[in-house]
Protein backbone atom coordinates (compact mmCIF):
# COMPACT_ATOMS: atom_id res chain seq x y z
CA UNK A 1 0.00 0.00 0.00
CA UNK A 2 1.48 3.33 -1.06
CA UNK A 3 1.77 6.22 1.77
CA UNK A 4 -0.63 8.54 -0.21
CA UNK A 5 -3.23 5.71 0.24
CA UNK A 6 -2.25 4.80 3.80
CA UNK A 7 -2.42 8.97 4.69
CA UNK A 8 -4.77 10.95 2.20
CA UNK A 9 -4.15 14.38 2.57
CA UNK A 10 -7.12 17.13 2.98
CA UNK A 11 -6.31 20.15 2.15
CA UNK A 12 -8.93 23.47 2.52
CA UNK A 13 -10.01 24.00 -1.21
CA UNK A 14 -10.50 28.11 -1.23
CA UNK A 15 -13.15 27.46 -4.14
CA UNK A 16 -15.13 25.78 -1.84
CA UNK A 17 -14.10 27.27 1.66
CA UNK A 18 -14.43 23.39 3.34
CA UNK A 19 -11.75 21.10 3.78
CA UNK A 20 -11.41 17.88 1.10
CA UNK A 21 -9.77 14.43 0.65
CA UNK A 22 -7.48 15.34 -2.27
CA UNK A 23 -8.31 12.76 -4.83
CA UNK A 24 -6.05 13.49 -8.00
CA UNK A 25 -7.14 13.74 -11.47
CA UNK A 26 -4.15 10.87 -12.67
CA UNK A 27 -3.73 8.62 -9.83
CA UNK A 28 -0.22 9.10 -8.09
CA UNK A 29 0.86 11.96 -9.86
CA UNK A 30 0.10 15.75 -8.50
CA UNK A 31 0.29 19.00 -11.11
CA UNK A 32 0.74 22.22 -9.33
CA UNK A 33 1.13 25.46 -10.46
CA UNK A 34 1.68 28.08 -8.33
CA UNK A 35 2.38 32.54 -9.37
CA UNK A 36 5.44 33.13 -9.37
CA UNK A 37 7.07 36.42 -8.18
CA UNK A 38 7.38 39.40 -10.90
CA UNK A 39 10.87 40.04 -10.38
CA UNK A 40 11.36 43.59 -10.44
CA UNK A 41 12.87 43.60 -7.03
CA UNK A 42 14.17 42.28 -4.83
CA UNK A 43 11.79 39.46 -2.68
CA UNK A 44 11.05 40.01 0.88
CA UNK A 45 10.29 37.68 3.94
CA UNK A 46 6.79 37.66 2.96
CA UNK A 47 7.11 36.06 -0.48
CA UNK A 48 9.09 33.65 1.28
CA UNK A 49 6.73 32.58 3.69
CA UNK A 50 4.36 31.84 0.15
CA UNK A 51 7.02 29.81 -1.54
CA UNK A 52 7.38 27.70 1.23
CA UNK A 53 4.04 26.95 1.93
CA UNK A 54 4.19 25.21 -1.51
CA UNK A 55 7.61 24.12 -1.22
CA UNK A 56 6.05 21.84 2.03
CA UNK A 57 2.97 20.97 -0.37
CA UNK A 58 5.25 19.62 -3.20
CA UNK A 59 7.44 18.14 -0.69
CA UNK A 60 5.17 15.87 1.69
CA UNK A 61 2.92 14.89 -1.81
CA UNK A 62 6.58 13.80 -2.90
CA UNK A 63 6.78 12.14 0.30
CA UNK A 64 3.86 10.01 0.32
CA UNK A 65 4.68 8.54 -3.06
CA UNK A 66 3.19 11.02 -5.70
CA UNK A 67 4.84 12.03 -8.58
CA UNK A 68 4.82 15.56 -8.50
CA UNK A 69 4.74 18.10 -11.41
CA UNK A 70 5.51 21.54 -9.90
CA UNK A 71 5.20 24.59 -12.12
CA UNK A 72 5.84 27.86 -10.32
CA UNK A 73 6.34 31.07 -12.94
CA UNK A 74 8.31 34.04 -13.87
CA UNK A 75 6.67 37.32 -14.12
CA UNK A 76 8.95 39.14 -16.32
CA UNK A 77 5.96 41.08 -18.32
CA UNK A 78 2.75 42.47 -18.27
CA UNK A 79 2.17 43.04 -14.21
CA UNK A 80 0.67 46.47 -13.76
CA UNK A 81 1.47 48.64 -11.26
CA UNK A 82 -1.04 48.51 -8.85
CA UNK A 83 -2.25 45.30 -9.85
CA UNK A 84 -4.33 47.51 -12.36
CA UNK A 85 -5.19 47.37 -15.99
CA UNK A 86 -3.83 50.87 -16.11
CA UNK A 87 -0.05 52.23 -15.02
CA UNK A 88 3.05 51.47 -15.83
CA UNK A 89 4.57 47.61 -16.03
CA UNK A 90 6.57 47.02 -13.21
CA UNK A 91 9.37 45.79 -15.11
CA UNK A 92 9.37 47.93 -18.16
CA UNK A 93 9.30 51.10 -14.85
CA UNK A 94 12.71 49.95 -13.28
CA UNK A 95 14.16 49.26 -16.49
CA UNK A 96 13.76 52.99 -17.33
CA UNK A 97 14.62 54.24 -14.30
CA UNK A 98 18.10 52.52 -13.60
CA UNK A 99 18.60 52.68 -17.99
CA UNK A 100 18.51 49.43 -18.25
CA UNK A 101 17.43 46.81 -20.83
CA UNK A 102 14.35 44.94 -19.12
CA UNK A 103 15.65 41.64 -19.91
CA UNK A 104 19.08 42.89 -17.39
CA UNK A 105 16.26 43.57 -14.75
CA UNK A 106 14.96 40.47 -14.94
CA UNK A 107 18.06 38.10 -15.25
CA UNK A 108 19.55 40.13 -12.07
CA UNK A 109 16.17 39.72 -9.93
CA UNK A 110 15.52 36.53 -10.83
CA UNK A 111 18.97 34.80 -10.23
CA UNK A 112 17.90 36.95 -6.77
CA UNK A 113 15.16 34.83 -6.14
CA UNK A 114 16.81 31.94 -6.82
CA UNK A 115 19.26 32.83 -4.72
CA UNK A 116 17.09 33.64 -1.41
CA UNK A 117 14.74 30.27 -2.36
CA UNK A 118 18.37 28.48 -2.07
CA UNK A 119 19.29 29.66 1.30
CA UNK A 120 15.91 29.01 2.73
CA UNK A 121 16.51 25.13 1.49
CA UNK A 122 13.01 26.10 -0.86
CA UNK A 123 13.51 23.61 -3.59
CA UNK A 124 13.45 24.18 -7.54
CA UNK A 125 10.22 23.81 -9.23
CA UNK A 126 10.04 20.90 -11.53
CA UNK A 127 9.11 24.13 -14.75
CA UNK A 128 9.64 27.14 -14.47
CA UNK A 129 8.56 29.04 -17.37
CA UNK A 130 8.45 32.84 -18.31
CA UNK A 131 5.80 34.71 -19.26
CA UNK A 132 7.88 36.21 -22.15
CA UNK A 133 8.67 32.89 -23.42
CA UNK A 134 4.69 32.07 -23.95
CA UNK A 135 3.82 35.31 -25.85
CA UNK A 136 2.57 33.18 -28.78
CA UNK A 137 0.09 31.25 -26.66
CA UNK A 138 -0.94 33.92 -25.09
CA UNK A 139 -1.83 35.55 -28.37
CA UNK A 140 -3.74 32.45 -29.19
CA UNK A 141 -5.94 31.95 -26.79
CA UNK A 142 -7.09 35.99 -26.85
CA UNK A 143 -7.92 35.09 -30.37
CA UNK A 144 -10.01 31.92 -29.04
CA UNK A 145 -11.46 34.46 -26.19
CA UNK A 146 -12.12 36.37 -29.26
CA UNK A 147 -13.79 33.86 -31.34
CA UNK A 148 -16.02 32.83 -28.64
CA UNK A 149 -17.48 36.12 -28.47
CA UNK A 150 -16.38 36.72 -24.47
CA UNK A 151 -13.35 39.13 -25.59
CA UNK A 152 -13.66 42.17 -27.33
CA UNK A 153 -10.47 45.11 -29.11
CA UNK A 154 -10.43 48.25 -28.05
CA UNK A 155 -8.61 50.58 -29.48
CA UNK A 156 -5.14 48.22 -29.92
CA UNK A 157 -5.90 46.25 -26.83
CA UNK A 158 -8.05 43.26 -25.92
CA UNK A 159 -10.04 43.44 -22.93
CA UNK A 160 -12.37 39.90 -21.15
CA UNK A 161 -16.01 40.52 -21.32
CA UNK A 162 -16.73 39.95 -17.74
CA UNK A 163 -20.77 40.72 -17.57
CA UNK A 164 -21.40 38.44 -20.65
CA UNK A 165 -19.26 35.55 -19.23
CA UNK A 166 -21.30 35.99 -16.07
CA UNK A 167 -24.88 35.47 -17.90
CA UNK A 168 -23.49 31.72 -18.32
CA UNK A 169 -21.14 31.38 -15.75
CA UNK A 170 -20.04 32.84 -12.00
CA UNK A 171 -18.00 35.47 -12.15
CA UNK A 172 -16.80 35.79 -8.17
CA UNK A 173 -16.62 32.23 -7.52
CA UNK A 174 -13.71 31.91 -5.93
CA UNK A 175 -13.43 35.16 -4.42
CA UNK A 176 -17.28 35.24 -3.22
CA UNK A 177 -17.32 38.95 -5.00
CA UNK A 178 -20.29 40.00 -6.21
CA UNK A 179 -20.58 41.17 -10.08
CA UNK A 180 -23.00 44.39 -9.12
CA UNK A 181 -21.16 45.57 -6.45
CA UNK A 182 -17.65 45.03 -8.31
CA UNK A 183 -19.54 47.39 -10.99
CA UNK A 184 -19.94 50.22 -8.25
CA UNK A 185 -16.26 49.93 -6.92
CA UNK A 186 -14.07 49.93 -9.64
CA UNK A 187 -11.63 52.07 -9.62
CA UNK A 188 -11.70 55.21 -12.18
CA UNK A 189 -8.40 54.17 -13.84
CA UNK A 190 -6.99 56.09 -17.16
CA UNK A 191 -7.66 54.36 -20.13
CA UNK A 192 -10.74 53.05 -18.48
CA UNK A 193 -13.01 54.55 -21.12
CA UNK A 194 -11.31 51.62 -23.62
CA UNK A 195 -13.15 49.23 -21.53
CA UNK A 196 -16.93 48.51 -21.65
CA UNK A 197 -17.21 48.02 -18.17
CA UNK A 198 -15.31 48.76 -15.00
CA UNK A 199 -14.65 44.83 -14.34
CA UNK A 200 -13.49 43.84 -17.55
CA UNK A 201 -9.67 43.09 -17.58
CA UNK A 202 -7.15 42.82 -20.08
CA UNK A 203 -5.86 40.10 -22.11
CA UNK A 204 -3.41 42.07 -24.30
CA UNK A 205 -2.76 45.47 -24.11
CA UNK A 206 -1.53 47.76 -26.43
CA UNK A 207 1.86 49.82 -26.45
CA UNK A 208 2.30 53.26 -26.55
CA UNK A 209 4.73 54.20 -29.02
CA UNK A 210 7.86 54.83 -26.05
CA UNK A 211 6.63 51.47 -24.56
CA UNK A 212 9.89 49.41 -24.44
CA UNK A 213 8.26 45.65 -23.67
CA UNK A 214 6.31 45.07 -27.02
CA UNK A 215 5.52 42.11 -29.56
CA UNK A 216 3.43 42.07 -32.76
CA UNK A 217 -0.04 40.54 -32.97
CA UNK A 218 -3.04 40.90 -35.53
CA UNK A 219 -4.00 43.87 -32.77
CA UNK A 220 -0.84 45.79 -33.25
CA UNK A 221 2.20 45.94 -31.06
CA UNK A 222 1.69 45.26 -27.13
CA UNK A 223 1.93 42.85 -24.34
CA UNK A 224 0.08 40.46 -22.56
CA UNK A 225 -2.17 40.88 -19.19
CA UNK A 226 -0.70 39.40 -16.03
CA UNK A 227 -4.12 37.36 -15.72
CA UNK A 228 -3.50 35.33 -19.00
CA UNK A 229 0.09 34.85 -18.50
CA UNK A 230 -0.73 32.28 -15.55
CA UNK A 231 -3.70 30.55 -17.44
CA UNK A 232 -1.34 29.97 -20.68
CA UNK A 233 1.55 28.31 -17.98
CA UNK A 234 -0.54 26.51 -16.13
CA UNK A 235 -2.03 25.06 -19.00
CA UNK A 236 0.23 24.27 -21.15
CA UNK A 237 2.63 22.13 -19.05
CA UNK A 238 -0.30 20.70 -16.82
CA UNK A 239 -3.49 20.04 -19.12
CA UNK A 240 -6.39 21.89 -19.24
CA UNK A 241 -7.91 20.98 -15.67
CA UNK A 242 -5.06 20.57 -13.01
CA UNK A 243 -4.92 19.33 -9.61
CA UNK A 244 -3.54 22.30 -7.28
CA UNK A 245 -3.21 25.98 -7.81
CA UNK A 246 -1.36 27.83 -5.65
CA UNK A 247 -0.51 31.30 -4.55
CA UNK A 248 -0.79 33.90 -1.86
CA UNK A 249 -4.01 35.35 -0.34
CA UNK A 250 -3.78 38.66 -2.43
CA UNK A 251 -3.71 37.11 -5.59
CA UNK A 252 -7.41 36.09 -4.87
CA UNK A 253 -9.02 38.66 -6.16
CA UNK A 254 -8.57 39.58 -9.20
CA UNK A 255 -5.65 37.62 -10.61
CA UNK A 256 -7.20 33.87 -9.31
CA UNK A 257 -11.08 34.81 -10.46
CA UNK A 258 -9.49 35.89 -13.80
CA UNK A 259 -7.75 32.98 -14.78
CA UNK A 260 -10.64 31.17 -13.85
CA UNK A 261 -12.92 32.98 -16.00
CA UNK A 262 -10.22 32.83 -18.72
CA UNK A 263 -9.44 29.54 -18.40
CA UNK A 264 -13.54 28.28 -17.91
CA UNK A 265 -14.48 30.46 -21.17
CA UNK A 266 -11.37 29.03 -23.09
CA UNK A 267 -11.61 25.55 -23.12
CA UNK A 268 -15.39 24.55 -21.06
CA UNK A 269 -13.47 23.62 -18.32
CA UNK A 270 -12.93 24.83 -15.17
CA UNK A 271 -9.18 25.13 -15.25
CA UNK A 272 -8.34 23.91 -11.49
CA UNK A 273 -9.61 21.57 -8.46
CA UNK A 274 -8.35 22.31 -5.59
CA UNK A 275 -7.30 26.48 -5.08
CA UNK A 276 -4.67 26.43 -2.20
CA UNK A 277 -3.33 30.24 -0.95
CA UNK A 278 -1.43 30.84 1.78
CA UNK A 279 -1.92 33.23 4.16
CA UNK A 280 -0.09 36.64 4.50
CA UNK A 281 3.27 37.71 6.84
CA UNK A 282 2.49 40.15 9.02
CA UNK A 283 4.66 42.96 10.80
CA UNK A 284 2.45 44.66 13.67
CA UNK A 285 -0.71 43.11 12.42
CA UNK A 286 -0.18 44.78 8.69
CA UNK A 287 0.72 43.13 5.99
CA UNK A 288 4.35 42.60 4.85
CA UNK A 289 4.95 44.48 1.90
CA UNK A 290 7.79 46.94 -0.21
CA UNK A 291 4.73 49.64 -0.70
CA UNK A 292 4.27 49.89 2.98
CA UNK A 293 7.67 50.02 3.71
CA UNK A 294 7.30 47.32 5.79
CA UNK A 295 9.30 44.83 3.87
CA UNK A 296 12.32 42.99 5.70
CA UNK A 297 14.92 41.12 2.93
CA UNK A 298 16.39 37.95 4.03
CA UNK A 299 20.06 39.33 3.99
CA UNK A 300 19.12 42.29 6.43
CA UNK A 301 17.94 39.41 8.80
CA UNK A 302 20.62 36.98 8.33
CA UNK A 303 22.79 40.07 9.03
CA UNK A 304 20.83 41.21 11.70
CA UNK A 305 20.78 44.48 10.26
CA UNK A 306 17.15 45.85 10.59
CA UNK A 307 16.08 47.94 13.42
CA UNK A 308 13.46 45.59 14.83
CA UNK A 309 16.24 43.11 15.29
CA UNK A 310 18.60 42.40 18.25
CA UNK A 311 20.96 39.92 15.87
CA UNK A 312 21.13 38.34 13.27
CA UNK A 313 19.11 34.68 12.42
CA UNK A 314 19.81 31.58 9.97
CA UNK A 315 17.63 30.85 7.37
CA UNK A 316 16.99 27.68 9.18
CA UNK A 317 15.36 29.60 12.43
CA UNK A 318 13.25 31.57 9.88
CA UNK A 319 12.26 28.45 8.45
CA UNK A 320 11.19 26.88 11.40
CA UNK A 321 9.34 29.90 12.65
CA UNK A 322 7.37 29.89 9.81
CA UNK A 323 6.32 26.72 9.95
CA UNK A 324 5.11 26.79 13.33
CA UNK A 325 2.14 28.39 11.90
CA UNK A 326 -0.73 26.78 9.71
CA UNK A 327 -0.44 28.18 6.10
CA UNK A 328 -4.20 29.42 6.10
CA UNK A 329 -3.69 31.67 9.14
CA UNK A 330 -1.13 35.24 9.39
CA UNK A 331 2.04 34.95 10.70
CA UNK A 332 3.46 38.33 12.76
CA UNK A 333 6.91 38.62 12.26
CA UNK A 334 9.28 39.68 15.41
CA UNK A 335 11.94 39.66 17.08
CA UNK A 336 10.38 37.65 20.25
CA UNK A 337 9.03 34.83 17.83
CA UNK A 338 12.25 34.17 15.80
CA UNK A 339 13.93 34.03 19.38
CA UNK A 340 11.44 31.56 20.24
CA UNK A 341 12.26 29.85 17.02
CA UNK A 342 15.87 29.47 17.02
CA UNK A 343 15.77 27.54 19.92
CA UNK A 344 12.80 25.64 19.32
CA UNK A 345 15.04 24.59 15.52
CA UNK A 346 18.07 24.29 17.70
CA UNK A 347 16.37 21.56 19.91
CA UNK A 348 15.08 19.31 17.19
CA UNK A 349 18.02 19.99 14.89
CA UNK A 350 20.28 18.83 17.85
CA UNK A 351 17.66 15.10 18.25
CA UNK A 352 18.31 14.81 14.37
CA UNK A 353 22.02 14.21 14.87
CA UNK A 354 21.48 12.24 18.10
CA UNK A 355 19.06 9.56 16.31
CA UNK A 356 20.99 9.80 13.49
CA UNK A 357 23.36 7.84 15.78
CA UNK A 358 21.55 5.89 17.36
CA UNK A 359 20.76 1.68 16.25
CA UNK A 360 18.05 -0.41 18.48
CA UNK A 361 19.14 -4.02 18.05
CA UNK A 362 16.30 -6.87 17.19
CA UNK A 363 15.60 -7.54 21.07
CA UNK A 364 11.87 -7.28 21.52
CA UNK A 365 11.26 -4.55 23.52
CA UNK A 366 8.39 -3.56 25.68
CA UNK A 367 5.36 -3.84 24.14
CA UNK A 368 3.94 -0.42 25.48
CA UNK A 369 7.49 1.71 25.20
CA UNK A 370 7.55 0.85 21.26
CA UNK A 371 3.88 1.13 20.57
CA UNK A 372 4.47 4.80 22.10
CA UNK A 373 7.11 5.18 19.40
CA UNK A 374 5.01 3.54 16.88
CA UNK A 375 2.14 5.84 17.62
CA UNK A 376 4.54 9.09 17.57
CA UNK A 377 5.77 8.11 14.32
CA UNK A 378 2.09 8.16 12.55
CA UNK A 379 1.49 11.20 14.18
CA UNK A 380 3.20 12.66 12.14
CA UNK A 381 2.09 11.46 8.78
CA UNK A 382 -1.57 12.60 10.00
CA UNK A 383 -0.49 15.75 11.34
CA UNK A 384 0.68 16.71 7.88
CA UNK A 385 -2.11 15.19 5.93
CA UNK A 386 -4.38 16.87 7.91
CA UNK A 387 -4.05 20.06 5.39
CA UNK A 388 -0.55 20.43 5.52
CA UNK A 389 -0.44 20.92 9.45
CA UNK A 390 3.06 21.85 10.21
CA UNK A 391 2.24 23.79 12.92
CA UNK A 392 1.24 20.36 15.00
CA UNK A 393 3.60 18.23 13.22
CA UNK A 394 6.08 20.32 14.50
CA UNK A 395 4.29 19.59 18.33
CA UNK A 396 4.97 15.73 17.53
CA UNK A 397 8.69 16.01 16.35
CA UNK A 398 9.23 17.85 19.71
CA UNK A 399 7.31 14.51 21.58
CA UNK A 400 9.74 12.90 19.68
CA UNK A 401 13.14 14.47 20.08
CA UNK A 402 12.13 14.18 24.44
CA UNK A 403 11.79 10.62 23.50
CA UNK A 404 15.21 10.87 21.67
CA UNK A 405 16.75 12.80 24.21
CA UNK A 406 15.76 10.05 26.99
CA UNK A 407 17.29 7.31 24.97
CA UNK A 408 20.72 9.39 24.73
CA UNK A 409 20.34 10.00 28.73
CA UNK A 410 19.37 6.38 29.70
CA UNK A 411 15.88 7.11 30.81
CA UNK A 412 14.85 4.89 28.61
CA UNK A 413 17.18 1.78 27.19
CA UNK A 414 17.38 0.79 23.44
CA UNK A 415 16.58 -2.26 24.59
CA UNK A 416 13.56 -1.65 25.56
CA UNK A 417 12.13 -0.97 22.27
CA UNK A 418 11.26 -3.12 19.47
CA UNK A 419 13.79 -3.07 16.40
CA UNK A 420 11.63 -2.56 13.60
CA UNK A 421 9.47 0.08 16.30
CA UNK A 422 12.28 2.07 16.72
CA UNK A 423 13.24 1.81 13.11
CA UNK A 424 10.26 3.31 12.18
CA UNK A 425 10.26 6.16 14.43
CA UNK A 426 13.84 6.98 13.65
CA UNK A 427 13.05 6.79 9.65
CA UNK A 428 10.44 9.13 10.27
CA UNK A 429 12.00 11.19 12.90
CA UNK A 430 14.49 11.77 9.94
CA UNK A 431 12.60 11.79 6.80
CA UNK A 432 9.84 14.72 8.06
CA UNK A 433 12.97 16.53 9.41
CA UNK A 434 14.74 16.86 6.46
CA UNK A 435 12.43 15.46 3.36
CA UNK A 436 9.49 17.08 4.31
CA UNK A 437 10.08 19.89 6.17
CA UNK A 438 13.06 20.77 4.82
CA UNK A 439 14.90 21.55 8.42
CA UNK A 440 19.12 21.01 8.13
CA UNK A 441 22.07 21.88 9.79
CA UNK A 442 22.35 25.70 9.94
CA UNK A 443 24.80 26.69 6.84
CA UNK A 444 26.58 29.00 9.83
CA UNK A 445 27.97 31.62 7.83
CA UNK A 446 24.61 32.75 7.51
CA UNK A 447 24.46 32.89 11.44
CA UNK A 448 25.14 36.52 12.04
CA UNK A 449 26.18 34.89 15.93
CA UNK A 450 29.07 32.69 14.24
CA UNK A 451 30.05 36.39 12.54
CA UNK A 452 30.29 38.08 15.49
CA UNK A 453 32.55 35.71 16.98
CA UNK A 454 34.76 35.08 14.71
CA UNK A 455 35.27 38.90 14.66
CA UNK A 456 35.75 38.92 18.24
CA UNK A 457 38.04 36.08 17.88
CA UNK A 458 40.48 37.59 15.19
CA UNK A 459 40.58 41.14 17.62
CA UNK A 460 41.78 39.01 20.21
CA UNK A 461 44.32 37.24 17.74
CA UNK A 462 45.32 40.79 16.80
CA UNK A 463 45.66 42.19 20.60
CA UNK A 464 47.74 39.06 21.10
CA UNK A 465 49.88 39.79 18.15
CA UNK A 466 50.54 43.92 20.03
CA UNK A 467 51.36 41.91 23.14
CA UNK A 468 53.46 39.95 21.35
CA UNK A 469 51.96 36.81 22.57
CA UNK A 470 52.59 34.71 19.22
CA UNK A 471 51.58 31.46 20.75
CA UNK A 472 48.36 33.16 22.11
CA UNK A 473 47.88 34.35 18.48
CA UNK A 474 49.13 31.16 16.20
CA UNK A 475 46.52 29.11 19.09
CA UNK A 476 43.72 31.09 17.37
CA UNK A 477 44.50 30.82 13.79
CA UNK A 478 45.08 26.97 14.10
CA UNK A 479 41.61 26.29 16.28
CA UNK A 480 39.84 28.17 13.68
CA UNK A 481 41.78 26.04 11.18
CA UNK A 482 40.76 23.10 12.10
CA UNK A 483 36.73 24.76 12.32
CA UNK A 484 37.41 25.48 8.28
CA UNK A 485 37.59 28.95 9.20
CA UNK A 486 41.12 30.41 7.53
CA UNK A 487 42.25 33.92 8.73
CA UNK A 488 44.79 35.70 6.19
CA UNK A 489 47.26 38.01 7.57
CA UNK A 490 47.19 41.14 5.00
CA UNK A 491 49.37 44.29 5.54
CA UNK A 492 49.73 46.67 8.62
CA UNK A 493 48.31 43.70 10.54
CA UNK A 494 44.58 43.23 8.91
CA UNK A 495 43.38 40.27 9.03
CA UNK A 496 40.37 38.53 7.35
CA UNK A 497 39.16 35.04 7.06
CA UNK A 498 36.98 33.05 4.75
CA UNK A 499 35.38 29.51 5.21
CA UNK A 500 37.30 26.60 3.61
P1 LIG B 1 4.61 39.28 -6.08
O1 LIG B 1 5.99 39.17 -6.64
O2 LIG B 1 4.35 40.57 -5.40
O3 LIG B 1 3.56 38.94 -7.10
O4 LIG B 1 4.47 38.20 -4.92
C1 LIG B 1 4.91 36.87 -5.04
C2 LIG B 1 4.12 36.00 -4.09
O5 LIG B 1 4.31 36.43 -2.72
C3 LIG B 1 2.61 36.05 -4.32
O6 LIG B 1 2.11 34.73 -4.23
C4 LIG B 1 2.08 36.90 -3.19
O7 LIG B 1 0.78 36.55 -2.84
C5 LIG B 1 3.05 36.56 -2.08
N1 LIG B 1 3.12 37.59 -1.03
C6 LIG B 1 3.30 38.93 -1.17
N2 LIG B 1 3.31 39.55 0.05
C7 LIG B 1 3.16 38.57 0.98
C8 LIG B 1 3.10 38.55 2.43
N3 LIG B 1 3.22 39.66 3.16
N4 LIG B 1 2.93 37.34 3.03
C9 LIG B 1 2.82 36.20 2.32
N5 LIG B 1 2.87 36.15 0.97
C10 LIG B 1 3.04 37.31 0.29
ZN1 LIG C 1 -0.37 33.96 -11.49
Given at each position: ??????????L?????????????????????????????????????????????????????????R??????????????????????????????????????????????V??????????I??????????????????LD?G????????????V?K???????????G?????????????E??????????????????????????????????????????????????????????????????????????A??????????????????N??????????????????????????????????????????????????????Q??????????????????????????????????????????????????????????????????D???????????????F??????Y??F???????????E?N?G?????????????????T???F??????????????????????????????
Amino acid sequence: MKLFERYPVSLTNSLTGKKEIFKAITPGFVGMYVCGPTVYNDVHLGNVRTFLTFDIVARYFRFLGYKVRYVRNITDVGHLENDADAGEDKIAKKARLEQLEPMEVVKYYTEGFHEVMRQFNILPPSIEPSATGHILEQINITQNLLDKGLAYVSNGSVYFNVRKYNQTHHYGILSGRNIEELMESGRDLENQDEKREKIDFALWKKASPYHIMRWPSPWGDGFPGWHIECTVMSTKYLGETFDIHGGGMDLKFPHHECEIAQGTAATGKPPVNYWLHSNMLTVNGQKMSKSLGNSFLPRELFAGTHPLLDKGYGPMAVRFFMLQSHYSSTLDFSNEALQAAEKGYKKLINALGLIKKMEAGPAPGKAETSAEFVRLSRDCYQTMSDDFNTAKTLAVLFEMAARINDLKSGNTKLTELDGTAFAEFKETYIGFMEAVLGLQEEKEQNDGTLKGTIDLLIDLRKKARTDKNFALSDKIRDDLKKLGIQVKDGKDGEMTYSFE
